[in-house]
């Protein structure tokens, strides 16, 4: 999850795309807004499945992890 200041403290999932919308931290259920989300800075996230263990890269597909950095012109590479 990244977490941004517009008009107060919200939450959009992550993504590589361009720098300032890196993972903040994690959520372990769905919400929907105007919900207030849950949001973990630390841990693990038990809720993850059909990933390959190992290092996993945030994807330039919001809230998506994958093994494969991103290497597009002004990507952003987040572990």
Known sequence: MNIWDSTGAKVRKADATVAGKEAHGFVKAVFTHPTTATVYFEGSND??????????????TAGLAGATAPSAAGNVVQR
């Open 47 to 60: 809720q993850v499945t059909g990933l390959t263990p190992g290092v996993q890269f945030l994807q330039t």
